[in-house]
């Protein structure tokens, strides 16, 4: 994982709502932009305009009803989508690709949180992304009580739109929150745990640490 290698990077940034990753995928994307690195930032649900399209549906609060094997297939699909028209060729040209969400959010608000397993999420995984699995994830962990204060904050500001998610019980999120645990043990040579408290600058420092610990082993 040298900065001047031409090898491309695929990263991603996982967490509960409200855990701030997608701050701190903007800031490391920043500093690698300043060491001239071509950095691509992307986001799941809703990297490409056929993703946006999936998001909309995802999202939208009257989509109540949505079975939890459609709504899997529709992250899937917004993601596949992603591989072909972001991902790959962004990899292809040596670049560094940041994902804000990936197959991690599924193994834990499907997987877990709607209790569908994780077998399902990693063979449909296999299919959409065909084989291609993030470099280093960062985990962007918060305590569930934060994470509700901050989604719950969040939701109060925004439009009606965005908010199906933000609506789970309780019981649901700490299901999500077992299952980045369960991730975590699964895979520990590819996912990093970040402590998610304190100021936005401590935990970019923090992200900036593992990701520089990582390097040695991607080169
Ligand atoms: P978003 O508004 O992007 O929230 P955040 O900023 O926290 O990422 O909403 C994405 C929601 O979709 C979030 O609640 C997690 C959920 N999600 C899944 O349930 N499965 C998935 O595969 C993905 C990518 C997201």
Avoid at 26 to 38: F, P, Q, S, V
Avoid at 48 to 75: F, H, K, Q, V, W
Avoid at 149 to 167: I, V
Avoid at 180 to 190: F, I, N, Q, S, W
Wanted: hydrophobic residues 35%.
């Amino acid at each position: 994982m040298s900065t001047t290698s031409r090898r491309g990077l695929f990263l991603t940034f996982e967490g509960l709502d409200g855990c701030g990753k997608t701050t701190q995928m903007h800031l490391l994307a920043e500093r690698l932009r300043a060491r001239g690195e071509t950095v691509i930032e992307t986001v799941e649900p809703g990297g490409t305009e056929i993703g946006m399209g999936i998001r909309r549906i995802l999202l939208d609060p009257r989509n109540d009803n949505m079975g939890s094997e459609a709504e899997m297939l529709l992250y899937f699909a917004a993601r596949a989508q992603n591989v072909h028209e972001v991902l790959e060729p962004a990899v292809a040209r040596g670049e560094i690709v940041m994902s804000d969400r990936w197959t991690d959010s599924t193994w834990a608000y499907q997987g877990y949180g709607r209790e569908l397993g994780t077998e399902v999420v990693r063979d449909l995984d296999a299919i959409a992304c065909r084989g291609r699995r993030p470099d280093v994830t960062f985990w962007i962990d918060i305590d569930l009580e934060a994470s509700l204060l901050r989604a719950r904050s969040r939701n109060q500001e925004r439009a009606e739109q965005d908010t199906r998610m933000d609506d789970q019980s309780r019981a649901f999120y700490e299901r999500v929150y077992q299952g980045y645990l369960a991730l975590e043990e699964t895979e520990p040579e590819r996912v990093v745990r970040i402590d998610g408290r304190g100021s936005v600058e401590t935990v970019a420092e923090r992200v900036m640490a593992a990701f520089e610990a990582r390097r040695g082993s991607h080169v």
